[in-house]
């Protein structure tokens, strides 16, 4: 299968899952679970979970047993979307080419959304089952609530919106995007090896790549906010430098701000090594990454 | 030991768990630990993580094996309280008798606040380990999300808000009732006797036990908003009646509300029955909640 009929393929499993798995829009209190789903179905890249199945396909796992997992990450991403678009915080009128949660829904509900969908997220986690598997549910419960927490994305939006109109260095920068995006991306792909049962080696080799990926997709995504439109983005494009936020580009300038992002690839994909042939897929992943334009 | 005591001495055993377990202020960043310990450390009830501990007493398990569960308990609801007080929804200035999150910290940081709280309450379910125990980490991390999540906690802030200026019948205010405050203390409840390895009998009756007092909480709740002071509260009293919410003393009078709450929590005690004197502790802690007065 070619890489655009992967991705779209995985993509259609991910979000089938979601739909019979998310509570139905019908369900009592109604405007909350249109909510969650404006917010879940808007059309995202679905990153976190594909990068999740792929994982878990090179460890030999390509089972519709992931998906639990894959789902979890994508509420789990979806819900920070939804807080940090918040006026209160970067205040965003569009995502993913949508009016934004509060746009539509009002801030009390995008709050309240958000705040359903981490939950989901865990109870989604718990649905994992797998036999003679070294990681239980205790693992993939604290990894995802470690990566969701204070040290992690949150503490990433935190800085983030306390750097604003701050210059930062370039370690400040690379200290918000390791917990803002990176953590969670990382998880991602911990999550496909441990439910393909990764031995100890198999998964410090995922954590290197999904360390140095989840860095990339920041560098590309700051990129992307300069040089793309907002139409090509689906969300507010030169959101960073209107409200004064740091970016690579801002502090290394475009050239080397792209050639910082190929050197993290190709650190990601260097980690792969050990799987051989096996991770085609994640490599193919990651150039896609890095040359994509949304 | 008398029941203050017990009850002075199980807060000490949650908060010194949660001084120990919570991120300290100094770990960066320094705002948002700062926020989530304002919050945690404002001088509650200590309410659900006590029912748990004593839950779990009442089946034989009086360790501190328990007190992960009750720390994951307390961070969970204070996470509620403090997106319930944000400006978007109940726009509550005091709380637990301190300025509430968003007015020392500011919207965005308390938002996150919240949801770093959430976050770390599924990481310390995990922290619970019980040998031989018939339910494991999966069981009590679901249990957390469904009660957490958009059909118990959250759907009831969402049926409260949208309830606000309306005319409710009892059985909906009831079904608010039900998801914003029964849930959570019914899984409070349960959380214990599962850490004391209840069979289903006993889980099923102390079930029973946390949901009527649960209900019996909010009655007594909204008691205590029409006839105390904002000092004896500790938030702002009065506040139902001032944005039109649905009340028990509204829709049934003080009287025939402090019946229901006297009716409820002896349906409560009478499902203890089948714990003889083990649920002595039990009871005097709904006797007390009946009675209680802030």
């Not at 917010?39 to 396909?57: D, H, I, W, Y």
């Not at 796992?61 to 979806?78: F, I, K, Q, R, Y």
């Not at 790549?209 to 983005?233: C, Y």
């Not at 430098?241 to 580009?249: D, F, R």
Request: hydrophobic share 40%; with cysteine.
């Amino acid at each position: 299968m070619d890489l655009k009929s992967y991705l779209s393929n995985s993509c259609q499993r991910v979000d089938d899952w979601l739909d019979t798995n998310l509570p139905a829009e019908a369900q009592v209190p109604v405007s909350l679970h249109k909510a969650m789903r404006h917010s879940v179905f808007a059309g995202g890249k679905r990153l976190r979970p594909v990068l999740c199945l792929a994982a878990a396909e090179a460890l030999g796992n390509s089972t519709d047993d992931v998906l639990p997992l894959a789902g979890a990450l994508e509420c789990l991403h979806t819900f920070t979307l939804i807080h940090d678009d918040l006026p209160c915080m970067d205040d965003d009128d569009f995502r993913r080419g949508k009016p934004t949660c509060h746009k539509v829904y009002g801030e009390a509900v995008a709050v309240l959304a958000g705040d359903a969908l981490q939950a989901v997220a865990f109870e989604m986690v718990c649905r994992f089952k797998s036999e003679h598997n070294p990681y239980d549910a205790a693992d993939f419960t604290t990894e995802l609530a470690i990566a969701a927490g204070s040290l992690n994305v949150v503490a990433g939006q935190v800085m983030d919106l306390e750097g604003e109109g701050r210059d930062l260095s370039f370690d400040e920068l690379r200290a918000i995007h390791l917990r803002k995006t990176a953590s969670l991306l990382c998880t991602s792909i911990r999550f496909g090896a441990m439910a393909g049962k990764a031995d100890p080696a198999q998964l410090e080799a995922m954590t290197t790549f999904g360390h140095s990926l989840g860095l990339a997709f920041q560098v590309i995504d700051d990129i992307l906010d300069t040089t793309q439109t907002t139409e090509q983005l689906g969300k507010t494009a030169g959101k960073d430098e209107a409200v004064g936020k740091a970016t690579y580009p801002a502090i290394l300038g475009l050239e080397a701000s792209r050639a910082e992002a190929q050197r993290l690839t190709a650190d990601a994909k260097a980690a792969l090594s050990i799987f051989g042939d096996q991770a085609q897929r994640l490599n193919e992943i990651a150039d896609y990454m890095l040359d994509r334009d949304y």
